[in-house]
């Protein structure tokens, strides 16, 4: 019943930007934290950030200063605002909901099917 889906993906030149969105449905914004990660061709899936049931957010170090994760509580939405996009940014973008485990990467339970970003130069 839970489901999370991302939009808002896209093709961009460098120096673009990009809102996600993910609707998250079957849960609350107050039962579980969200997030969004993001997965590189031949790379590991990286965390981005994160924000808590009060809303107060946390990012990976070196996703500080670019994104930035909102939400809307009556709409269980949140949006992963990218700017100044790199090549290097090109990815498929996930959405995640879970449970935190302090500040910073959480306990994932449940995955959206990704949204590609690609950034050209």
């Known amino acids: 019943q839970v489901q999370l889906v991302e939009s808002g993906g896209g093709q961009v030149q460098a120096g673009g930007s990009l809102r996600l969105s993910c609707a998250a449905s079957?849960?609350?914004?107050?039962?579980?934290?969200m997030g969004w990660f993001r997965q590189a061709p031949g790379k590991e899936r990286e965390f981005i950030g994160v924000?808590?049931?009060?809303?107060?957010?946390s990012y990976q170090e070196s996703m500080k200063g670019r994104f930035t994760i909102s939400r809307d509580n009556a709409d269980n939405r949140i949006f992963l605002q990218m700017n100044s996009l790199k090549p290097e940014d090109t990815a498929v973008y996930f959405c995640?909901?879970?449970?935190?485990?302090?500040?910073?990467?959480?306990?994932?339970?449940?995955w959206g099917q990704g949204t590609q970003v690609s950034v050209s130069s």
């Open positions: 924000i808590g049931q009060s809303g107060g957010t």
């Open positions: 995640a909901a879970g449970h935190a485990r302090g500040v910073g990467p959480f306990q994932v339970i449940y």
């Open positions: 079957g849960l609350t914004l107050y039962s579980h934290v």
